[in-house]
């Protein structure tokens, strides 16, 4: 039988409640507030935190504070990484995120939903809704705008700018100007 966790990760319909996920939900939550907490030049000290924090990064990953996750573990970044302040990564799945991108401030990258229909939401005895996932991937040399939104399930292609504020509910191709809501294709960039 699966764990909650493996359901969730699998997409299927998991507890959230579970005590495994609520474990690991929690030590999240320690761990961005003592990244937010610590100095902006102790590099060695917030390196140390998103070692613990994340589930991998590459080398010149930064991560302005604050920053937000669910449990900071499903969040693989790449080389060359930087993400502005005030981001919010609900990792309930995989967020990838590739080398040579920028993510702007506010922008939120949601891997998790919910039935739509009450009656499938709502559990019996939890304060919890029953929730599914699908995972995030953001390509290489990707810039997402400042207070842009990723539902789950999409994919941004390399070289791909998604503009601010935009809400991205379906996947863009590569080598392109996105925008809107929903986030529609501009145009392509030529190379």
């Given amino acids: 039988m699966m764990t909650e966790r493996e359901k969730m990760l699998a997409g299927e319909i998991y507890d959230c409640g579970d005590e495994q996920l609520i474990e690991r939900w929690h030590l999240a939550k320690q761990l961005q507030k003592k990244y937010s907490e610590t100095d902006s030049r102790d590099r060695d000290t917030l390196n140390s935190i998103l070692d613990e924090l994340i589930g991998g990064r590459g080398d010149n990953v930064w991560i302005a504070a604050p920053?937000?996750?669910?449990?900071?573990?499903?969040?693989?970044?790449?080389?060359?990484?930087?993400?502005?302040?005030?981001?919010?990564?609900?990792?309930?799945?995989?967020?990838?995120?590739?080398?040579y991108s920028g993510i702007g401030p506010g922008v939120h990258i949601y891997t998790v939903t919910h039935p739509v229909n009450p009656k499938e939401r709502l559990p019996e005895n939890s304060q919890f809704w029953k929730s599914y996932t699908a995972p995030v991937t953001?390509?290489?040399?990707?810039?997402?705008?400042?207070?842009?939104?990723?539902?789950?399930?999409?994919?941004?292609?390399?070289?791909?700018?998604?503009?601010?504020?935009?809400?991205v509910t379906k996947s863009?191709?590569?080598?392109?100007?996105?925008?809107?809501?929903?986030c529609r294709v501009i145009r392509k960039i030529d190379e």
Avoid: H, K, Q
């Fill in 67 to 99: 920053f937000f996750v669910d449990y900071g573990e499903n969040i693989f970044i790449g080389n060359n990484v930087e993400i502005n302040m005030n981001c919010v990564f609900l990792d309930c799945n995989r967020i990838s995120i590739g080398s």
């Fill in 138 to 167: 953001i390509g290489n040399n990707v810039w997402i705008g400042g207070g842009a939104i990723l539902l789950p399930g999409v994919i941004i292609g390399d070289n791909t700018t998604i503009g601010a504020g935009s809400v």
């Fill in 172 to 182: 863009i191709p590569d080598n392109c100007i996105a925008a809107g809501n929903p």
